[in-house]
């Protein structure tokens, strides 16, 4: 609308009933050019002339009051879009009013950070200061201490130099006192002995008269007594010949008795007396016999076990090793010979314990050695172990041998690096061991069969693999030794135990499930950890948070064993240690 009033922003075209105006006359600047040009004369009232025509048709037209109040509501509009620009400003003003509050703030908290800065500063200085003006009076004292003992120590050493030079002084007088004391007495008494020296020789000389004559007189009477007594036993020939008897008699026996004691004593040795080797055995020898009577009694009264008592195995090797314990069991009844048993699997897997229950159940009596034992006799080596198996060879009952680690002595005698030592004590074990025995039955048992030699694989009739324990096996082990650690002390009322209330067999099953590769060995260890955590309690009860606490040491003990023994482990690995093989 804003034509109507001849004000054309963007000079548009005016309406087509409007008639154009006429060119101007002359040149730019009027009549000419000649007249001076002022303000107004380049004013167009075409303009003006078009705004009053297009207000009078306005005003005759019929849309003139429309018109007005559209141009009145842009004109509203155009207010309130200036009042809307002036209410950002506004706000744009207080923006920026609260940023300078803001940077204001900014600069006031840097401004304080950097005046504590400086207090700090200042104060650390100030109390630098203080430490050194601190050290230097320590220092002063120290030295004026160390001036003061100076002179203590001076004065003690004049001191004990005057005690010095006066003790010294009175020891030379002493001394001095002394000689004199000494020469007048000299002089008094080899005064004396002159004027005694005729009284004095004539004494000397009566007493060495007097004692030659009783030196003679003890010789005559000796040589008399001697004589006579040597020509009766020489003039009466059955006393020389009773005593000639009697001392060929007596060297006999003393020769006698000593072999016969060094005999009887090797044989006690070889029946009854226990090797070197043997570290553990429940046949009876003289010296437990001795020391421990009653336990002997009870051992001879005592019935043979099962087997597989206290021992928990799958079932598949449990149902292998139970017919081994009734053929053990049936050879010992009838006499027969025994098979060698190889035992291979990972450490804590119940190998030992089985061995003393299949002893225990056939009837016979056990001895347990270690491979370790061996190498270290050196020389001694091939003695000891012939011992052993003259020992084992004199048992009535028949025995089972036992040998723990026993790759230690019995490697590959072409591959090992060994010992001329231990290759004799080798050669010594296979000879007594080539043929089949019913005096004595070989058990080995071993962590890395691979290292035997061909010789020993040759020697065993049947070789039983202990892997470790299975889910199943783990919870009967759980149980096992949770009654026999915790429920049973608990009960029976004799120790300070006590367990708090909790579903123990939910707790087992749910121990077995954590405890996944850990053998018979560890589990047990950890019944005894139960234990010995509830009486390390100050009221003496065993809590599942503490039981928890301890399976999860337990575990994380061993992922660490596992993860050494990774880390130690060959390429390719050994198959005896395999838990799953």
């Not at 003393?254 to 046949?283: D, H, Q, W």
């Not at 003393?356 to 370790?372: C, E, P, Q, V």
Request: hydrophobic share 35%; charged share 30%; with cysteine.
């Amino acid at each position: 609308m804003s034509w109507l009033f001849g004000l054309n922003k963007g000079q548009a075209s005016p309406p087509p009933d409007l008639p154009l105006p006429p060119p101007p006359v002359g040149g730019e600047g009027g009549e000419g050019g000649d007249k001076p040009k002022d303000k107004w004369s380049n004013f167009d009232p075409t303009g003006l002339e078009r705004a009053a025509k297009a207000a009078r048709d306005l005003d005759q037209s019929r849309h003139a009051k429309e018109a007005l109040d559209l141009a009145r509501m842009h004109e509203q509009t155009l207010q309130i879009e200036q009042q809307g620009k002036m209410k950002e400003y506004e706000a744009a003003l207080e923006q920026l009013k609260g940023e300078q509050i803001r940077i204001q703030g900014e600069e006031r908290r840097k401004t304080l950070g950097e005046e504590t800065k400086q207090h700090q500063a200042r104060a650390q200085y100030q109390d630098k200061l203080a430490r050194q003006r601190y050290e230097d009076q320590l220092r002063q004292q120290q030295l004026l201490n160390d001036e003061n003992l100076r002179k203590q120590e001076e004065s003690v050493q004049k001191q004990e130099a005057m005690r010095k030079a006066t003790i010294q002084h009175e020891m030379e007088l002493r001394h001095k006192n002394e000689m004199l004391r000494i020469e007048a007495e000299s002089k008094a008494k080899a005064k004396v002995e002159r004027e005694n020296a005729d009284i004095i020789r004539e004494q000397i000389r009566l007493k060495a008269a007097e004692h030659r004559q009783t030196v003679l007189e003890s010789i005559r009477t000796a040589g008399t007594v001697f004589g006579e007594g040597f020509r009766a036993f020489v003039s009466d020939w059955d006393k020389v010949t009773a005593t000639v008897a009697g001392l060929t008699l007596l060297a006999v026996g003393v020769y006698s008795a000593r072999n016969a004691t060094a005999v009887a004593g090797r044989y006690i040795e070889a029946r009854l007396g226990k090797p070197s080797l043997v570290r553990e055995t429940s046949r009876i020898t003289v010296g437990e016999a001795i020391k421990h009577p009653i336990k002997m009694g009870r051992r001879l009264a005592s019935k043979p076990q099962d087997a597989l008592e206290g021992v928990v195995l799958n079932p598949m090797l449990e149902e292998r090793v139970r017919d081994i314990a009734i053929a053990t069991r049936n050879t010992q009844l009838n006499r027969g010979l025994y098979r060698n048993i190889l035992m291979y699997g990972p450490p804590g897997t119940g190998k030992t314990l089985f061995a003393k229950k299949l002893a225990m159940h056939s009837g016979m009596d056990y001895a347990i050695m270690t491979g370790g034992d061996v190498a270290p006799m050196g020389r001694d080596g091939v003695t000891a172990m012939h011992k052993v198996f003259d020992w084992a060879s004199s048992s009535r009952r028949g025995l089972l041998l036992f040998v723990d680690e026993a790759d230690a002595f019995l490697r590959k005698r072409a591959t090992e690096k060994i010992s001329e030592d231990l290759r004799a004590t080798l050669n010594a074990f296979l000879y007594r061991t080539g043929e089949q025995s019913n005096k004595f039955m070989l058990v080995l048992a071993s962590n890395q069969p691979e290292q035997f030699d061909w010789a020993i694989n040759d020697r065993v009739d049947e070789i039983v693999n202990f892997a470790l324990p299975g889910l199943e096996e783990r919870e009967r082990l759980v149980r096992l030794y949770f009654d026999k650690y915790v429920l049973k002390p608990a009960s029976e009322g004799k120790q300070r135990l006590k367990v708090a209330q909790f579903d123990y067999g939910l707790k087992c099953s749910q121990i077995a499930e954590l405890t996944e590769g850990m053998s018979g060995r560890e589990i047990s260890k950890l019944g005894v950890a139960w234990q010995a955590a509830a009486y390390a309690s100050e009221e003496g009860v065993l809590t599942e948070e503490m039981i928890d606490a301890r399976v999860s040491d337990s575990i994380r003990q061993h992922q660490q064993k596992m993860q050494w023994l990774k880390n130690e482990k060959p390429e390719g690995g050994m198959k005896g240690l395999n838990p799953r093989q």
